[in-house]
């Protein structure tokens, strides 16, 4: 039961940047690798402000803002300087551990004693082991509907044709430049939110946090794409969060079977191997 | 309308596979124009409409659009008034999106996107008016996902999306030559209806003589990227499929030896 409580949190809020990693692969098509450094940015700049007694909720505003830009520059690198998509995506994640390292000024920030946005949500008298779930699922669920309703919305029907057809996309007076840079920086700013939760939630921010982002936030949106489809929008926003879910839960079903916590990264890598080559083993039978 | 002064583009220049695909080409469309355009295989008729459309940029020459440059106009920007519809049925669509989206998306071409929602009941049933025109039966699938739609269906769609605000200039890239002959037929049909209805200003490539023949009321042969052929009005509506092959030959000064042009049409 404990066990299902802590899936839910970690999968709500790790969900979140799954939703991002679904705005790159899923509606843009674009295979982005920002993703490791945008998470650990997020963290770094929110983790760095609450720990010098900013205000957390401006702490996560501005971490959602640095990842934005990151998402942006990814996304200059491959339209303006012609770089393809995943090396474009590449060389913003390799500058940003520099840069993660500097915003922190060491390897890692830990926010024990700091004012966390959980403090605040504590102090409006939410219990105090209902706090991360209240929360997670409010910021979960809130990031959920608006992004349906933005893809929904006539420059959201943009970004999906640019995804799906360039090419009609252009022949409809749609500037794809643009809405690859817009779609990636929501994407990075989403991802970098939920970095910025993450350390709140973890107590420590550190320089390695967003080794293997992306393997993971791609598991949760295979996983939730096999259980529930992708007939519609809303519906695979939702299976990106429950598939995030999932795949908390099996780590911490690993966990407890006895695997230590450094195999988990090879562990994930297995998982989404399978997820994604059974469809082909299925027909091959 | 459209005028093409000294148009010239060449790929690979400089190298060894320099292809001088258009070489100055002069053309003047008038407005309500429909020209259909003739001719073989690498004669330079879908590069001549790429650049129109601003896919590539020219070497040499000038594009005037109501006389206004548009030479060095992104292609995005000229698809504003640029309506096209190409060879491949899977180009002009998006697969995973539904019908009414793809219909929504043409609707927003030649205004400024917004944070609006890009559906509401009023847009459906005027996408649901203009599909039951074409009787293909698409107006009860409005939300139904592109990608499970035939070949000539999405065609049908895509000359709907070109069409759907009305365009300065429609440009066909032998949009039925994808088809079976009798889905050919309702599709040329159809553009033949839009295109009159509206009074679109149009350029069409086919490789049917008997359908460039038939449909517009101008017609135009190009070969190794230069307008052999240029035929109007009267001239035009009295011609046959075999004084055209003499003029070409005449023309081009070569023997008419095109397998892939279709003397008649095939059904």
């Avoid at chain 1, 959602?64 to 090396?87: S, Y």
């Avoid at chain 1, 390799?94 to 403090?119: D, E, W």
């Avoid at chain 2, 020209?35 to 459309?53: D, E, H, P, R």
């Avoid at chain 2, 030959?249 to 279709?262: N, S, T």
Wanted: proline share 2%; charged share 20%; net charge positive.
């Amino acid at each position: 039961m404990f066990g299902l409580i802590t899936a839910l949190e970690q999968g709500l809020v790790f969900g979140i940047m799954a939703l991002g990693v679904y705005i790159t692969f899923k509606v843009l098509d674009f295979p982005d690798l920002t993703v490791d450094g945008s998470f650990p940015l997020g963290a770094a700049v929110a983790s760095i402000m609450i720990f010098n007694g900013g205000n957390p909720f401006l702490a996560l505003f501005l971490a959602a803002a640095a990842g934005m830009a990151a998402g942006c520059i990814t996304g200059l690198l491959n339209t303006r300087g012609k770089i393809t998509g995943l090396l474009s995506g590449i060389l913003t994640m390799t500058a940003l551990y520099s840069i993660n390292l500097r915003i922190m000024g060491r390897a890692n920030v830990t926010l024990l004693n700091a004012r966390t946005i959980f403090t605040y949500i504590e102090e409006w008298g939410v219990p105090h082991r209902w706090v991360f779930l209240a929360l997670f699922i409010i910021t979960a669920f809130l990031i959920k509907v608006l992004l349906d309703c933005f893809l929904k919305t006539q420059i959201g029907f943009a970004l999906r044709a640019t995804g799906d057809n360039p090419e009609m996309a252009r022949a409809n007076g749609i500037n794809t430049d643009t809405m690859k840079i817009l779609g990636l920086s929501l994407s990075n700013g989403l991802i970098a939110l939920s970095g910025a939760l993450v350390a709140q939630y973890q107590g420590f921010a550190d320089i390695g946090m967003g080794i293997g982002t992306i393997v993971a936030g791609l598991a949760s949106v295979i996983i939730g794409e096999m259980m529930l489809g992708e007939r519609s929008i809303c519906m695979a926003t939702f299976a990106t969060l429950m598939g995030s879910f999932i795949y908390r839960l099996s780590i911490g079903i690993a966990l407890r079977l006895g695997f230590a916590a450094t195999d988990l990264k090879l562990l994930t890598t297995v998982l989404v191997i399978i997820a994604l080559s059974t469809p082909k083993i299925r027909n091959l039978l | 309308m459209l005028e093409l002064k000294g148009v010239t583009k060449i790929f690979n220049a400089g190298t060894v596979n320099e292809n001088v695909v258009l070489r100055d080409i002069n053309l003047k469309v008038d407005e309500g124009d429909f020209i259909s355009i003739i001719g073989s295989n690498g004669a330079g008729k879908s590069t001549l409409l790429n650049v129109i459309a601003g896919v590539y940029p020219v070497d040499k020459g000038t594009i005037l659009l109501d006389g206004r440059d548009i030479t060095r106009v992104p292609e995005h920007e000229r698809a504003r008034f640029i309506g096209r519809v190409f060879q491949d049925p899977m180009k002009g669509t998006a697969p995973s999106m539904t019908i009414e989206e793809n219909l929504a998306i043409a609707y927003c071409r030649s205004s400024r996107r917004t944070l609006q929602w890009g559906l509401n009941n009023k847009l459906r049933e005027e996408f649901r008016q203009k599909l039951a025109e074409t009787g293909l039966g698409l107006e009860n699938r409005l939300n139904y996902k592109v990608k499970l739609l035939s070949g000539g269906q999405r065609q049908a769609l895509t000359l709907i999306i070109a069409t759907m605000v009305k365009p300065k200039l429609l440009l066909l890239d032998e949009h039925t030559a994808a088809l079976d002959p009798s889905t050919a037929r309702l599709i040329n049909n159809l553009t033949e209806k839009i295109v009159l209805q509206k009074g679109i200003t149009t350029l069409m490539i086919t490789h049917n003589m008997e359908h460039a023949i038939k449909m517009g009321n101008r017609l135009i042969m190009m070969d190794k990227g230069q307008i052999v052929l240029d035929i109007k009005g009267s001239d035009k509506s009295s011609l046959t499929v075999n004084e055209l092959v003499g003029m070409f030959e005449q023309a081009a000064q070569r023997k008419f030896d095109e397998d892939r042009i279709m003397l008649r049409a095939s059904s």
